[in-house]
């Protein structure tokens, strides 16, 4: 049996996630590294970023009863891998833990902040400056009483680095200066361990991860900490990512090198629909994007296939089957574009019916035979993923693993 990836599983805290997961693809997985360009060094990964104040009052106003100055800090987390393929081609992924969400209530700050400036006196409306609308949000004003919540909108205005999801691009050609890539900026993928997450819990927030690496792939998942959740613990998401280029299928016509390179992520909010490159721009999410078609247009959607039964069927499976030794089915999952139709298969991951298996259940294939190979299973919860797009969504994917992995 060859074990021809590296495989690898742990945690780490989400202030150190993105660093975790740069030193296991392009150090630790040995002969099927990836290449660090951006930064230089691994240790520049979430390295913290010079403290911004911002101030509240934008109109030179003043008052006492309130803070209007914050200092806020940051973590970078930019950073950029080469993946040099088994076809001689090269490609590149960038990883950032972007600015977190405004929740409902700090959007709901924001325009209270805007619209508490003007009031009526009884006779016409009058105005109010930035430090006496700080003063009634926090009640403290002598003048009016309270209305709006300054600690909401103080937190919204005081935003850091995400603690539930980070962000994802792919393409095939640095900038000038090497620190980013030739790409639309705001196109990008979202890669989500958490829905909503409480405001006490910070950046120390325990993160699982699964990951497999070749030179032509990476397979992840990601596992925000339950412990930081409650029943009915719907926050925690399993998510999953594949990175990389695929395998031919059988019958290939033609070399698939060129372009041979695609990205899909698993997101806690719907995804953007962009159109960066035309109306059948790929979202990298709920498809799969490539870094072209066969022919050359940028990022398109391809879709999965693989064996997979009527999701409406009425199913009660406690045991895998009872004619074929408990087995469970699970087949390789091939890619197809709307118009190129079957491209390529994905590389030490499969799908299978989700049902009667717990996640990290291993799954042995030609079991004792010199082609064996071990999967892990894993049910995806994020909300948005690929699957979403596919014959059955009640379906999971399985990552290849070593035998000898608990």
Known sequence: MAENFYYVEGNSSVKNLVKT??????????????????????????????????????????????????????????????????????????????????????????????????????????????????????????????????????????????????????????????????????????????RKVQPNIKDFLPVQYWINVTKDSINLILRGDPSADVAPYSNYLTSYAYIGALKPIEDSATTDDIYNFGITTSSDVEPPYSQSYGERTATGITDICMVANKIGLPY???????????????????????????????????????????????INVLAGDASSIYDMDKLAYKKDTTDEEYYKKFKITAPYHFLNNSANVNYCVAIRCYKATQ
């Open 21 to 194: 997961l740069v030193t296991e693809i392009t150090q630790n997985a040995g002969i099927y590294n990836w290449e660090l360009v951006y930064p230089a060094a691994i240790t520049d990964i979430g390295a913290l970023t010079d403290g911004v104040t911002v101030n509240l009052i934008t109109d030179e106003s003043t008052t006492s009863l309130v803070q209007t100055k914050y200092n806020v800090g940051g973590a970078n987390d930019k950073c950029i891998l080469k993946a040099n393929t088994s076809t001689g081609k090269s490609f590149y992924l960038k990883i950032d833990r972007l600015m977190a969400d405004l929740s409902q209530a700090e959007k709901q700050a924001l325009l209270d902040f805007k619209e508490l400036h003007s009031y009526f006196n009884g006779v016409g409306t009058s105005h109010r400056t930035d430090a006496e609308v700080l003063e009634v949000m926090a009640g403290v004003s002598p003048k009016w009483s309270k209305s709006g919540d300054y600690d909401v909108y103080v937190s919204a205005k005081t935003k850091s680095n995400a603690i539930n999801n980070i962000v994802m691009q792919i393409g095939t050609e640095l900038n000038a200066a090497g620190d980013d890539l030739v790409i639309d900026k705001d196109y990008v993928h979202r890669l989500a361990w958490y």
């Open 300 to 346: 398109q959607p391809h879709y999965p296939a693989f064996y997979a039964t009527n999701p409406f069927m009425d199913k009660c499976n406690v045991e895998g089957s009872r004619w074929n030794h408990k087995k469970h089915q699970f087949s390789d999952i091939t890619l197809v574009h709307p118009v190129d139709m079957e491209r390529g298969k994905m």
